[in-house]
């Protein structure tokens, strides 16, 4: 009889150490890799807007690095979630209205056109400091993923532009928020 209760008595056991096992198992640890993002595709390629002109004043333009996308971010205080915007990729990238080509470097050429001014017409005086051709100022892609070059257009008639030369034609979103319109550019088709 003794040795048939030794035996349930390990079986027993075995089983409440298996059992605090699969639960230790199922835990998530408190440290170890972290799992791949998902990163959002599905955005496409195709221009995205509607009316650009605007009232208010383009204050800044940023950029961030993202563990999917790169962002360009375009301040325009007092805007509202309402600024106008239009993107789409060009082969080639002119100033409106002048026509004058401005190279950007990039495997393709988002042209970005905000409904904001660059430049208060009553106090004469610029709000964003872009000057027609060059680089953009205070905004440094060096090591980003899929951003190459920046290239300011100017501003006509209530719309400042701006040419943004990324890796390849790569799929993007828009997102207009408070004060400011948002450029998504997806590090590749599929992430």
């Known amino acids: 009889m ?31 890799p972290r799992a791949a993002a998902a990163c959002p595709t599905g955005w496409g390629s195709g221009a995205k807007g509607g009316t650009t002109v605007g009232a208010d004043h383009l204050e800044d333009i940023r950029t961030g690095q993202h563990e999917c996308y790169d962002r360009i971010v375009f301040d325009v205080p007092g805007g509202g979630d309402q600024i106008g915007y239009h993107v789409q990729y060009v082969d080639r990238f002119y100033a409106d209205p002048s026509g004058q080509y401005i190279p950007v470097a990039g495997g393709a050429i988002l042209d970005i056109r905000v409904g904001a001014w660059s ?64 450029v998504d550019v997806a590090h590749s088709w599929t992430s």
């Open 2 to 32: 003794r040795p048939v209760r030794t035996a349930v008595a390990v079986l027993m056991l075995a089983g409440a150490t298996l059992g605090t096992a699969a639960t230790t198992a199922d835990a998530a640890p408190a440290e170890g």
């Open 119 to 182: 430049y208060d017409l009553e106090a004469g005086m610029p709000t964003y400091p872009g000057k027609v051709g060059k680089a953009l100022p205070g905004v440094n892609i060096s090591g980003y993923s899929t951003f190459r070059d920046t290239r300011f257009g100017g501003t006509f008639e209530g719309q400042t532009q701006v040419g943004l030369g990324v890796r390849a034609r790569l799929p993007f979103r828009v997102i207009q928020l408070d004060d400011r319109v948002v």
